[in-house]
Every structure is written in C-alpha cells, then in structure tokens.
C-alpha cells in the first residue's frame, strides 16, 4: 500500500512539473503563449517567467522589440495608404509618400524577426530551466582509502 501512495505522489509531481511549460506558436496575428492549456499574454508570459530571469529578461526584450516594431510599421503603413486613399478619390496621389511609407515599414522587419527570435529563445530558457529544474539528481561518487581499508562514498 505505502509503495502505491509513494508511486502515485510521485506521479503527481513529475505531472505538476511538466505541466507548467509555454508553448509558443506563430499566428497570422502575432503570437501565441499557451501554458497548462490557457493563453498567455505579454504581461502574464513575464510574470509567469520572473522567476527565471535569463528567460525573463529575454521576454521583455522581446516585448519591447514587438512593440517598436508595430509602432514603426503603422507610421510607414500610413505613409503608404495616403497616396493609395488619394488615388481612389481621383486626386493626384504623391507616390514618393507611398515609397518613403514602404521604406519605413521595411525597417520594422529586423525588429520583428528579433522579437520573435527573443521570444522563442526566452520561452525556451523557461522550459529548459523548468526541465533542469526537475532532474537536480546528481549524486557524488567518492572512492577512499584508509589505514583501516578501502571504501566508496556517495553524496547526494
């Protein structure tokens, strides 16, 4: 009986410790933060990490990178829609906005692709810290000798 509650507690915990991982997925809209089934946003994925701080600080990165990025792309789809918009109402369109918008919306690319890398590597320092975190089984071998013979140490 006592190895069946001993086998079932640890059960429990091997599942409570896996259960905690983000998942991380790409969507047409932006990310995706999924943790023990429920959507993470930017702000709950920090505090979820804040007790890892490599990861932590990997995420706010990110955060920060996405949300330069956006705010760059929406100045240069501005830029870019006036001399569409223009068109449309039979008004003679300064394309040289359309071109400066196009430019500008190009520059937010690197910013993107470096939050989405940031994100990616802080989601996955959190789950490779929670897996390192799992398995703290390291036990020390030690091999001695002595006046009164010879013997093997183990620490754990």
Same mark, same amino acid.
């Given at each position: 009986?006592?190895?069946?509650?001993?086998?079932? !507690?640890?059960?429990?915990?091997?599942?409570?410790?896996?259960?905690?991982?983000?998942?991380?997925?790409?969507?047409?809209?932006? $990310?995706?933060? !999924?943790?023990? *089934?429920?959507?993470?946003?930017?702000?709950?994925?920090?505090?979820?990490?804040?007790?890892?701080?490599?990861?932590?600080?990997?995420?706010?990165?990110?955060?920060?990178?996405?949300? !330069?990025?956006?705010?760059?792309?929406?100045? *240069?789809?501005?830029?870019? *829609?006036?001399?569409?918009?223009?068109?449309?109402?039979?008004?003679?369109?300064?394309?040289?906005?359309? $071109? !400066?918008?196009?430019?500008?919306?190009?520059?937010?690319?690197?910013?993107?692709?470096?939050?989405?890398?940031?994100?990616?590597?802080?989601?996955?320092? $959190?789950?490779?810290?929670?897996?390192?975190?799992? $398995?703290?089984?390291?036990?020390?071998?030690?091999?001695?000798?002595?006046?009164?013979?010879?013997?093997?140490?183990?620490?754990?």
């Amino acid at each position: 009986m006592r190895k069946l509650i001993l086998l079932q !507690i640890g059960i429990f915990f091997l599942n409570s410790s896996f259960g905690q991982e983000i998942e991380m997925k790409l969507n047409l809209l932006g $990310y995706k933060f !999924i943790q023990n *089934g429920e959507r993470l946003n930017w702000n709950e994925l920090a505090a979820a990490t804040a007790s890892y701080p490599e990861a932590n600080l990997l995420i706010k990165k990110a955060k920060s990178q996405k949300t !330069i990025a956006q705010i760059i792309t929406i100045i *240069g789809g501005g830029l870019t *829609g006036i001399p569409i918009g223009q068109s449309f109402s039979d008004k003679d369109p300064n394309w040289t906005l359309a $071109y !400066i918008g196009l430019g500008i919306t190009a520059i937010s690319i690197p910013f993107s692709l470096s939050a989405f890398n940031n994100a990616n590597k802080g989601v996955d320092t $959190y789950n490779l810290s929670l897996k390192s975190a799992s $398995y703290t089984f390291n036990p020390e071998f030690r091999v001695f000798a002595g006046p009164n013979g010879a013997g093997l140490g183990i620490s754990f």
